[in-house]
């Protein structure tokens, strides 16, 4: 299937590695040019070089409102357009309610809202220029079902689906598509630092390929998925039990 990408222009967020990276590569196998972003230059670097189309680098801290503006308009300058973008970030650290700080849940809302309001409003204007874009933010399964032990990411990522359903509804008439995909238990680092082996929650049997998760991605960045827009999408070998 011709996804119809060839060409387009992409920013992934926190692309030097887990899910962001297998979204940035995907990407690029299918002839998009990416413009990938993480905190890390060693990491960062490395990642570029294992993309297969033009690649544009910058070191970001995506809870900077300035930084992510700069990187925005520095990408546009470089490709001469914006048509693609996929928020992500790195999940507030693991806690029950009882332990978490004020600090914590500011932390969290900075990682995971403010990064991905702070991308949606430098790129929708130019998507909505172009009248062509797709702004898909990757969250959790937690704003379908909430994962005990991690209040944080329940409640601030739910946030964020709130704000892709809001998003979906107001950019459509200019044919700008805003979806949310939402990763169960994947082999990432970030599953290895919680210390959880959910397999046997996971009718599949077996947790997630980064590359798997990023089919999805790929897909509803492509011109294939043009009458989908205000979902959260479910990418999770069947670990949710909630029906809607």
């Given at each position: 299937m011709d996804l119809g990408l060839t060409g387009r222009v992409a920013i992934v967020?926190?692309?030097s590695k887990g899910l962001g990276k297998a979204v940035a590569q995907g990407l690029s196998r299918e002839g998009v040019r990416v413009a990938i972003c993480a905190?890390?230059?060693?990491?960062?670097?490395?990642?570029a070089g294992q993309m297969t189309s033009e690649v544009f680098t910058r070191q970001v801290d995506v809870t900077q409102e300035d930084q992510v503006r700069s990187f925005v308009q520095a990408t546009h300058a470089r490709f001469g357009r914006v048509d693609?973008?996929?928020?992500?970030?790195?999940?507030?650290?693991?806690?029950?309610?009882?332990?978490?700080?004020?600090?914590?849940?500011?932390?969290?809302?900075?990682?995971?809202?403010?990064?991905?309001?702070?991308?949606?409003?430098?790129v929708l204007p130019l998507m909505k220029e172009r009248a062509?874009?797709?702004l898909i933010t990757i969250t959790s399964v937690a704003v379908k079902q909430p994962i005990a032990g991690l209040v944080l990411s329940n409640a601030v990522r739910s946030g964020v689906a709130g704000l892709v359903k809001s998003l979906?509804?107001?950019?459509?008439?200019?044919?700008?598509?805003?979806?949310?995909?939402?990763?169960?238990?994947?082999?990432?680092?970030?599953l290895k630092s919680l210390?959880?082996?959910?397999?046997?929650q996971i009718p599949l049997g077996r947790v997630a390929d980064p590359?798997?998760?990023?089919?999805?991605?790929?897909?509803?960045a492509s011109e294939r998925a043009s009458y989908i827009?205000?979902?959260s999408i479910l990418v999770d070998g069947g670990l949710t039990r909630a029906t809607t």
């Open positions: 967020a926190a692309a905190r890390g230059k060693t990491q960062l670097e490395a990642a693609i973008c996929i928020t992500n970030a790195g999940g507030p650290p693991a806690m029950p309610f009882s332990d978490a700080s004020v600090a914590d849940w500011r932390a969290a809302i900075d990682l995971n809202f403010m990064s991905t309001l702070y991308f949606s409003r430098e062509w874009g797709r979906s509804n107001e950019y459509a008439p200019f044919n700008v598509l805003v979806n949310d995909v939402c990763p169960g238990y994947t082999a990432t680092e970030r210390n959880v082996h959910p397999e046997a590359e798997e998760f990023a089919n999805v991605v790929v897909f509803l827009t205000g979902t």
